[in-house]
């Protein structure tokens, strides 16, 4: 409209000569007839005299052909700018999502599928997300993919922390290849579709008397993921997750459907077992399992003294056991599993507390919230003020709502961690419960995960490095004033012949200790989310710059992060941490193929990956920053 304007203006200017000296070229009542057709320049029904009129007048000097031509010109100009700037501005807060016209915003695809993992960290919108039925329909879309070099990443059920899976070029889920193909009650295997997540595989082999072996915190991860990224459970006697796969089927780009296991092509079945999605698209498995189970379930709080005491024993005496530490307190929750049949029947214990006894802390601490932060504290967003179902919440769901008050304040952070101390000292107790119910934890709303694991000794011997690695992490968190909420999660397990675990290990006894650390996202609120997203990463940044070399720490597959563009996160550490250094971009994620190199069979996972998959469709960025391919891959 200011083009248009401007245009009027000089229309405008031109009469005024015009009309102040009769004798010049332009016809004046003509250029009255241009300067109300720039008013309204899509008038149906516009005057065709008038640009005769315009170009020539009976008390003028007659136009030249070269005149005429000069201001018809100047009309097919006008007129240009006029189309352009109406159909141009304005643009109507819904223009991107109407149907696409000249100069105006091209609408978003109909068959756009944004996908993002289950902590809403990572994002990606794609026109391509396939879901095959079953086992010709996927061969197929590989085939196609391969021939028109079609990105179809494999992507599970996106509860990965780092979205691994995910490529904006195209995704294949496999959630609807969910079945279980065969059980062998004698010899206790069973065998399923990729897709199938694993409370479904758990709930459907229970009527043979079979359950896993081992499990995650979570029961929604689909048994292709979850192995896939090394996933694990804990116990120092049991291995990850991925070592329970005895054989598999692999739909690669380049040989189509391999069927591989120890017995058959025992090289590429421990190298594809925990292969990233980069080997191939997982379609079936078979699973060792373990007759079902009961287990007794013993939660008690404890010190790092008395914990230095008792370590080997906790180790080497319980079938499951595992550690949360609370950051800024001595606290640090102790639970074992062990099957009933070793307690001669489930113990009799009556617990001392009720839930809502237990609970208490942390309700006067939101009470208490409440009255410092009002309607300005972030939890408003989440609950509202003084929530009236407060007294219904878990106990996870009410940390997320304290800790939405102020997540970046120390001061706070410091009372959530005393009141969830309180609140475990009072839910010590037993609970006896089929292994698949007693396994599973619940983590928490969204959040951010980082997560290493390290060598810990034998199952003789442990080294005690796992202890003194969480010594020097939790000094870390208080000298640097790190608002780390709780828990700081510990567990272990035996090592895995996968050679891509991050437990690879040739010796039979070899232990290893992962090691969690979390910053949760207990609102919607942008600003925040990027506030708390920035503080994890130094923090995480701190935990790698000081321990990770150190104890030969690596991160697990579904939490691993590259470095990215991050001037601003660079500032930000800078600011938040003055003293400590930040390695280039390009230096940082060299460095990190460098350690990979160090740990990982690198160059044998890269011309596997040439030979089965060379236009790298299964691949996507992550994928191809810590593991580039060089031609002498």
């Excluded at 996870?396 to 008050?405: C, G, P, S, W, Y």
Aim: hydrophobic share 35%.
């Amino acid at each position: 409209m200011f083009r248009a304007f401007n245009l009027r203006r000089s229309a405008q200017s031109l009469l005024q000569q015009c009309s102040s000296k009769p004798t010049s070229l332009p016809n004046v009542e003509a250029l009255k007839t241009l300067t109300t057709s720039l008013q309204n320049p899509f008038n149906p029904s516009p005057n065709p005299n008038w640009i005769r009129s315009f170009c020539s007048s009976p008390n003028s000097i007659p136009a030249s052909d070269a005149e005429i031509r000069k201001y018809l010109g100047y009309f097919v100009l006008l007129l240009g700018c006029g189309i352009g700037t109406y159909y141009s501005f304005p643009f109507s807060e819904d223009a991107k999502h109407k149907k696409a016209t000249l100069f105006r915003y091209a609408p978003l695809p109909e068959d756009l599928h944004t996908v993002s993992n289950w902590s809403g960290t990572h994002e990606v919108q794609t026109r391509v997300f396939l879901q095959p039925e079953n086992m010709e329909e996927l061969e197929k879309i590989v085939k196609d993919a391969n021939e028109k070099k079609q990105k179809i990443r494999p992507v599970g059920s996106g509860l990965s922390p780092n979205g691994i899976g995910l490529q904006r070029g195209g995704m294949v889920s496999l959630a609807l290849m969910d079945n279980i193909l065969h059980v062998d009650k004698e010899k206790k295997t069973v065998t399923v579709q990729a897709g199938i997540r694993v409370q479904q595989l758990v709930d459907g082999i229970k009527e043979h008397g079979l359950t896993l072996q081992n499990f995650a915190s979570i029961r929604e991860q689909q048994i292709g993921g979850i192995m896939q990224v090394g996933a694990h459970g804990t116990g120092a006697r049991l291995p990850p997750m991925d070592e329970q796969v005895i054989s598999m089927k692999l739909v690669t780009p380049t040989k189509g459907t391999i069927e591989i296991s120890k017995e058959k092509d025992p090289e590429l079945f421990y190298l594809a077992r925990c292969g990233l999605g980069g080997l191939g698209v997982v379609a079936e498995v078979t699973i060792q399992c373990v007759e079902r189970h009961e287990l007794v379930e013993h939660t008690f709080v404890s010190n790092i003294n008395e914990i230095k005491k008792n370590h080997k024993k906790l180790l080497s005496k319980n079938r499951h056991v595992k550690y949360l530490w609370i950051p800024y307190t001595d606290t640090v929750v102790v639970v074992t599993c062990n099957p009933v049949s070793g307690w001669r029947g489930p113990p009799k214990y009556k617990p001392k507390y009720g839930m809502h006894e237990a609970l208490q802390h942390l309700h006067d601490l939101y009470q208490e919230s409440l009255k410092k932060y009002g309607s300005l504290g972030a939890a408003t967003e989440v609950s509202g003020n003084n929530d009236p179902g407060i007294n219904v919440l878990s106990f996870t769901e009410l940390r997320d709502k304290l800790l939405a008050f102020d997540p970046l304040n120390k001061e706070h952070v410091m009372k959530v961690n005393q009141a969830e101390a309180e609140f475990w000292k009072k839910s010590e107790g037993y609970r006896v419960g089929w292994s698949d119910e007693i396994l599973g934890f619940d983590c928490g709303g969204q959040q951010w995960v980082s997560e290493t694991c390290f060598p810990a000794g034998t199952l003789a011997e442990p080294n005690m490095k796992d202890l003194e690695f969480i010594e020097k992490l939790r000094q870390l968190i208080e000298t640097e004033e790190i608002p780390a909420p709780a828990p700081i999660e510990q567990r272990w397990t035996a090592r895995s012949k996968s050679l891509m675990s991050p437990a690879s290990s040739t010796g039979e006894d070899d232990i290893f200790s992962w090691v969690g650390i979390i910053m949760y996202l207990p609102t919607t609120d942008a600003r925040q989310r990027k506030e708390i997203t920035e503080e994890f990463f130094s923090y995480r940044h701190l935990t790698q710059s000081r321990l990770w070399d150190e104890y030969s720490a690596y991160e697990h597959w579904a939490k691993i992060e590259v470095p990215k563009d991050k001037e601003e996160f660079a500032a930000q550490l800078k600011k938040r941490f003055p003293h400590e250094a930040v390695p280039k971009d390009k230096e940082e994620l060299a460095a990190l193929q460098a350690r990979l190199r160090k740990r990982f069979p690198v160059d044998e996972y890269n011309k596997v990956r040439r030979e089965l998959d060379p236009n790298k469709i299964l691949s996507n960025a992550k994928l191809e920053k810590l593991f580039p391919l060089s031609e002498s891959s």
